[in-house]
């Protein structure tokens, strides 16, 4: 250990500089001051030291006029527990607001017809169900809305807001959730005879120039990111400038983002099917049990029935073949001829007919699928389906495995040539196996429901429970697996 010398050594005492005299101190600096040079570096000091204040104060004014690329946290956030969250946690990205909030807020002009204002109020689900009483229960009647099958981005953005596993720290999420109104925004234009190719791309190019700017987006390529588009894949896969629809997912940077769509494209690994929003919200678990009991207990007077519209614009259309073999079976089928308006949203009559019959015919609608399926399922009636890609092929995470556990198949091939009777094929199976199978129906009905509150209900999972459990351990087995591809 060294030894600290009580005094300073002589060779320090000697290389110690002298203090200068004050009153020579005193004339150095009146000769100093005096000095033009002096007057100029001064001069110079403090133009430069104004100058950097004032680029300082600039440059933070204008990080606060664009969107944080992060959602920051308010207030005090109780983490959960690893058991609450064991499939992994997601963070939601701030997209600037022109990308879901602005779309919302112009909601008068999302559709060349009409305001879907009515449609996307009370956080997607709509107006509240009128004209209901007497159809369903009085007690079940406030959990009815006139709910529109392209709002799932709506209700998506919603609950996840609001879900126990969202984290405000993206260090600790396992997947990466972007907000982004797609469906709503090139809604705008399907229908349009003016609208561009680029009119219809314009928001998914600007949302993926802002998303390729993020660490976490670049640091994976998109692999743990996910989105809802709330409408049908083929409406985001547009080829060619002239044809339908948006070439969304084929733009660089979409191919590794998994997808919920109400319709996907069974070929490609990163669409998932979810149900289409139906107009049932229930408000609590006893919302859930007591819709069932009410399903399971309904005295059903058809054995099927058929809602739909004929398509005349298509050759050999299926649809009116349903129409026509339900028209002349009265006694054994209710049939809806929603011709013209008669199914829009506002009225109980489809409803009315899934109560009171075993089973509904679901052929394909303008794609493959049609939210009848859900509407059908909702109300206890068992789907009769006439491909496989209408829902076999599309929602394996919220349906039974087996498929005839719930469900008839038919060919339609035979049904167009006269060599099977609908109506004979279903009287075929014995009232013991109808219960079964509406009892498979009705066991899944929560899957195919979108809950009201913002948190979910109190033990049943739902559909977006469902959905956003499985995307979660999906992007944690691509992490664990490194299951990728540049």
Known sequence: MLSIPAQPSPELQQK?????DPLNLLTSLKQLIHHPRTWLLMAILSLQVILLFTLTTRSFSSRQD???PYTP????????????????RVFVY????????????????????????????NDG???????????????????????????????????????????????????????????????????SNSSTA?????????????????????????????????RISWDFRRSRDPDWGSSCIYKPGMRNITRLLIERNPWDYFDVGVPYPTGFHPRTDADVTDWQSFVRSRNRSKLFCFAGAKRSLIRNDFRGVLLSQCQSEPESCRVVDCGGSRCSNGTSLILETFLDSDFCLQPRGDSFTRRSIFDCMVAGSIPVFFW????????????????????????RNAVKNGTASIKNVLAGYSREEVRKMREKVIDYIPNF?????????????????????????????HGEWGFKWQ
């Open 73 to 88: 946290l308010s207030g005090s956030t109780t983490p959960q527990p690893e058991s609450e969250c064991s499939s992994g």
């Open 125 to 191: 689900f709509g107006q509240p169900a009128t004209g209901i009483a007497g159809v369903v229960p009085e007690s079940l009647a406030p959990a009815w809305y006139w709910t529109d099958q392209f709002v799932s981005e709506v209700i998506f953005h919603n609950r996840i807001m609001h879900h126990k596993c969202r984290v405000h720290d993206p260090e600790n999420a396992t997947a990466f959730y972007i907000p982004f109104y797609v469906g709503l925004a090139v809604g705008k234009y399907l229908w």
């Open 388 to 411: 496989k890609r209408t829902a076999y092929f599309q929602y394996e995470w919220f349906l039974p495995g087996e498929p005839e556990s719930y469900s008839v198949f038919i060919d």
């Open 198 to 230: 680029q009119d219809r791309d314009f928001h998914c190019e600007t949302m993926l120039s802002w998303l390729q700017t993020q660490p976490y987006y670049r640091r994976s390529d998109g692999w743990d990111h996910f989105l809802t588009m709330g």
């Open 66 to 68: 664009l969107s944080p």
């Open 16 to 20: 110690r500089p002298k203090s200068p």
């Open 449 to 477: 429901l979108y809950a009201k509150p913002q948190k979910g209900l109190e033990t049943v999972k739902d559909a977006f429970d469902i959905a956003l459990e499985r995307v979660l351990r999906r992007l944690k087995e």
């Open 94 to 121: 701030d997209l600037p607001k022109s990308l879901n909030l602005e779309i919302l807020q112009n909601c008068d002009n999302l559709n060349p017809w009409s305001s879907r204002c009515d449609a996307l109020a």
